[in-house]
C-alpha cells in the first residue's frame, strides 16, 4: 500500500516533501477499537512491531470513553507497515481492529 500523494508546491522543496511522507507512512488509523481500550493497552499492542513516537485514542468529552478509533505514529516507516500488515483484523480487547495508513490530506 502506497503512501498519499504529496502536493505538486512540494516537489520544490524536497526535505519538507520528506518529511511529509515520512509522517504519512508512519502514522497509523486504528479504527474499531473497543470504548474501553487505552492509550496504553493500543501502545502495548502496538509497539512490538517499533519505536512509537505517539498514541492517541479519540474520546467523547463527556463520558470519556473511547469513540471507537485512533492514532499510532512510529519512528520509522517499516514499523508502520510491519505493524498494519500484522494487526489489521486482530482482536484488541475483545473487538476486530481495522488498521490502516493515516491520511493526511483529509
Known amino acids: 500500500m502506497q503512501c498519499s500523494s504529496v502536493p505538486a508546491a512540494l516537489k520544490a522543496f524536497p526535505l519538507?516533501?520528506?518529511?511529509?511522507?515520512?509522517?504519512?507512512?508512519?502514522k497509523l488509523f486504528?479504527?474499531?477499537?473497543?470504548?474501553?481500550?487505552?492509550e496504553p493497552v493500543l501502545k502495548e499492542?502496538?509497539?512490538?512491531?517499533?519505536?512509537?513516537?505517539?498514541?492517541?485514542?479519540?474520546?467523547?468529552?463527556r463520558s470519556g470513553k473511547s469513540k471507537g478509533y485512533g492514532f499510532v505514529q512510529f519512528m520509522s516507516e517499516k514499523s508502520a507497515s510491519s505493524a498494519l500488515e500484522e494487526l489489521n483484523g486482530q482482536l484488541l480487547d475483545g473487538?476486530?481492529?481495522?488498521?490502516?495508513?493515516?491520511?493526511?490530506d483529509g
Not at 519538507?16 to 508512519?26: G, V, W
Not at 499492542?45 to 468529552?61: L, M, N, R, W, Y
Not at 473487538?95 to 493526511?104: D, G, L, S, W
Open 95 to 104: 473487538r476486530n481492529i481495522r488498521v490502516f495508513y493515516a491520511n493526511k
Open 30 to 38: 486504528i479504527g474499531g477499537l473497543s470504548h474501553d481500550t487505552n
Open 16 to 26: 519538507a516533501r520528506l518529511l511529509i511522507i515520512r509522517q504519512a507512512c508512519s
Open 45 to 61: 499492542a502496538f509497539e512490538q512491531h517499533g519505536k512509537i513516537i505517539e498514541v492517541k485514542v479519540i474520546c467523547d468529552h
